[in-house]
């Protein structure tokens, strides 16, 4: 078809997708430097004197170090002043050192010991002691489990533990150009992978088969597979996040491709909705309406707008359509948008009750899906960051519904 969607093979969809060439660097050790010294700076005005960050984005984000959590303690502490210490399984320790790009000490703890003994010795080794006087303060990452949280309140005798949740979303929420660099090429990456995707659809084709060949189509761009894919036609597009049966593609059913790979360590996150076949008046007018509402919600996206005032601007365009009103069906029953960057949801977000005023920096996904119970749903999703100027994509949004990815 002229509009990209079917009449190609799988081999051939494959061959056409050509990785990338634009070089995009790693994040630097001096970056992870500089974020713990701005996490440091923060640490007095909140009357923390250090800062734990368990295994997962939070210690990616600070140290370099991917690490997934388990139910071994493993992370970092960041003192107020001096260097940061790990944390971690004795077995483990030459692997975290081979890891490492920030220097530190590490404290490490045996299998029959307690971990988080090891986690106050730590404390100690970098001069953080309750008195008589004063009962320090310890803030815990959000990536710290409950174990993690009652497994260390059972020893914290004079330690007081609160949450670090405010001081490291206050700066993961703004993204430097070095992170906005990569976050394009991964956009750019799964953009390709869903102009092909269009391209194999075929009457019978199962959503299994679909979501079989976006992996490929990462990896083939230069991704490590998908992230993750959510694939949908007919009647099942009306469900945010899918249904549990697969589905067989019908002519003039409507398609839901919603993907992301991860590059570097920061997401992607892409959703296209088209129809397969002719499409009708009722699909037409939805489609449009979406399109519309996403449009409206990147123009109030303006630079000390508060995030709820963008999530209310898609409303109030959907409400024109006769869709709504606030979180009714059919409408858009979810947040207009969500920030992203080394985790897919991220703080803030483009929701009512989210008053975060928008800053430079800033990266969210545009996607108020309008969902109609035994019908179907369109969601579109793109991407945005905030500059001095105001927003800007990272991937222009889908053209038409008879031609989405513009293609001539």
Known sequence: MTNGIGGSSQDEALERILPSTIEVDEISTAEYIDRISRLQKSMPGAGVDAVYVNAGTNLLYFSGIEWHASERLLGAIIPANGRMIYIAPWFEQRTLCDRMKVEGDVICWHEDE????AFYKALLALGIAPTHETQPKIALCGTATTSVYFGLKE??????LVSAEALIVNLRKNKSPGEIAIMQAAKDMTLRVQVAAASILREGISTLEVCDFIDR????????????????FGEATSYPHGVKEPQILKRNDVVLIDTGCRYKSYISDIT????FGEANDRQRFVWNAEKAAQAAAFEAAQLGVPCGAVD???????????????????GLPHRTG????????????????DETPLEIGMCFSNEP??????????RH????????QGPRWFTQPAHSIDDPFLLV
């Open 369 to 378: 899906m309008i969902c109609i119970p035994g019908e179907f749903g369109v």
């Open 381 to 388: 999703e793109d991407h945005f960051y905030m500059t001095e």
């Open 272 to 275: 296209r909705t088209y129809v």
């Open 338 to 353: 969500h920030g992203i960057g080394l985790d897919i949801h991220e703080a803030p977000y483009l929701v009512g009750n």
């Open 312 to 330: 209310r601007a898609a409303r109030r365009c959907l409400e024109t359509y006769g869709f709504g009103p606030a979180y009714q069906l059919p």
């Open 217 to 232: 189509a990462h990896r083939k761009s230069g991704a490590s597979g998908s992230y993750f894919c959510i694939v949908l």
């Open 155 to 160: 020893l914290a005798e004079k330690y007081d």
């Open 114 to 117: 307690s971990a988080y003994e």
